[in-house]
């Protein structure tokens, strides 16, 4: 196999490869169609809501693809999104927009590091600035002008706070939201685990979103959402690396065998 992007080492490859940011999936998700062109793109081409595992299967799979993939298998899934994004236009929205492009991995890097940062600790301020510089290859990758994500982390903050406070949830977003906190269609084993995630992504939410999304807050569920935080932060991170590193392995293999399928499609899965 061809080397990656990033080697081991690099800081983006220490934060991204935990699957603890799985919990953070909802937050980037309701942040991102709060912005009402990106909700008016899933509203109408997306059946997510649906099928709320196969959009997971298909950001998880690009974002692990690109960042601990080979060359070729992040080229790989970097075309099908892309593909996939230029079929998502309509009036006065297009996937391939690079200002949406922009959001969309800005809240996937602002919620990777946040969740990090609040279980791990502070990463240092070189730390933090290199993996912003390496966040953006998940924009680029799919065809954002490199120039759109802002150049440093003081232009991006600057951008972020603008954003999340010029914001104005649509309801087309809130519709969405309403179905993903509330999904039906997922295994029963993990029905049990829906309020602990309702918790978690609500509180994760800047307060300006989560009012104009209409979820209600409270001192009581301040409490426990902090206990969670506190729980989590205390167990996770002595959890052996082979468990932490669970939900990345098994996208990262999953990506690679129907890569091999689509090289080989009248291979069996015996040989």
Known sequence: ?????????????????????????????????????????????????????????????????VL????????????????????VTGPGYSADDPDLQVWVNATLYDTAVLLY?????PLSPTELDECFRQYGVLATSIGCPPDAWPADRATFGAYWEDTVRTLRVGDEGREIAAALMRPGNIPLVMHPAKPLNRLVTVGLLPE??????????????QRLFDGFFGVTTLVYPRLPGRLRDA???????????????RRHPLRSDGG
Do not use: C, N
């Open 208 to 221: 300006p979103i989560r009012a104009q999304f209409g979820f209600a807050w409270s001192p009581r569920r």
């Open 68 to 87: 601990f993939g080979t060359v070729e298998e992040g080229r790989a899934i970097s075309r099908a999104v892309a593909a996939m994004h230029r079929k």
């Open 1 to 65: 196999m061809d080397e990656g992007l990033f080697d081991d080492g690099a800081v983006i490859r220490r934060v991204a490869r935990e699957g603890l940011l799985l919990a953070g999936g909802g937050r980037a998700t309701l942040l991102q169609i709060a912005h009402p062109r990106v909700a008016q793109g899933v509203y109408h081409h997306s059946d997510f809501t649906e099928r709320p595992l196969d959009r997971l299967r298909t950001t998880l799979s690009y974002v692990f693809g």
């Open 117 to 121: 940062q609040r279980v791990f600790g």
């Open 247 to 261: 939900v990345k392995d098994h996208y990262l293999d999953d990506l690679r065998r129907r890569l091999a399928r």
